[in-house]
């Protein structure tokens, strides 16, 4: 791998979903900006660390580090030691701030198109999910979400005929109100409007079975008994 890749923008303020940076540089260094201080690449967020993490090139690979942040950096779900390098691949997800800040690691051609990530789901054929446009394929429709309606429904695929519980969704789909006392705690009529709409988009595409009280269960249906029941999109 050589020199450039680039990090591409799901969310983070203040930059736009899809936005790019070319990693141009052998290190460098993403956190916040304030009065005194400006990494290479700054999140307008309060609970991203002013040095959060890096990224550095070296013996042919791409490394990212944690800097001892205060909430964690994780990269494809999983919490960082700080200060021990780990290798990036390509597609892996980046997060900052329990998921208020997200990048995909792309090293391409930057004159090429990005190809929409694969959902692989234990016993399932692979999904497609478009993080940028919030889009996700299922058996070949495709199904268009609100933020929130997506992440939940990527963490719910994620884990197709698992038990999730109510606070680990409240973790990566709010990740703002647990991080911030001041804020309401998410409810459980909060959760089941969330779950209902994500129902009534995929027209049933999915049944997510509600254990009372303590977490949901996400199945598929078979691809001829959701197409009997809405006509299918097409894909763009």
């Known amino acids: 791998m050589s020199l450039p ?4 923008v799901i969310r983070g303020f203040p930059f736009d979903g899809g936005s790019t940076f ?4 052998s290190s460098t260094l993403l956190g916040r900006k304030d009065g005194s201080w400006e990494p290479d690449i700054a999140f307008d967020n309060v609970y991203v660390s002013r040095k959060q993490a890096s990224i550095s090139f070296e013996n042919d690979h791409y490394y990212i580090m944690d800097l001892d942040s205060k909430h ?7 919490r960082l030691m700080p200060f021990v390098p780990t ?25 090429e198109t990005l190809d929409f990530k694969p959902l692989f789901l234990q016993g399932s054929t692979p999904l497609e999910e478009d993080p940028v446009r919030q889009i996700i394929w299922i058996h070949g429709r495709s199904f268009h979400f609100s933020e929130k309606e997506y992440r939940c429904l990527e963490l719910l ?12 969704i409240i973790r990566y789909v709010w990740p703002e109100r647990p991080a911030d006392p001041l804020l309401p705690s998410v409810s459980s009529e909060e959760i089941n409007s969330l779950l209902y709409r994500i129902r009534k988009k995929t027209n049933h595409a999915v049944t997510i079975e509600n254990i009372r009280g303590k977490g ?3 199945k598929l249906l078979p691809p001829q008994q959701t197409e009997s029941q809405a006509p299918a999109h097409s894909r763009c």
């Open 157 to 168: 695929l994620r884990k197709e005929r698992q038990f999730v519980g109510k606070d680990e």
């Open 5 to 8: 890749s680039q990090l591409v």
């Open 72 to 78: 964690g950096t994780e990269v494809n779900g999983q």
């Open 87 to 111: 290798i990036l691949a390509a597609s892996d997800s980046i997060s900052f701030a329990r998921g208020m800040v997200a990048l995909v690691f792309s090293p391409v051609n930057l004159e």
């Open 22 to 25: 070319r990693l141009l540089q």
């Open 216 to 218: 949901y269960i996400l």
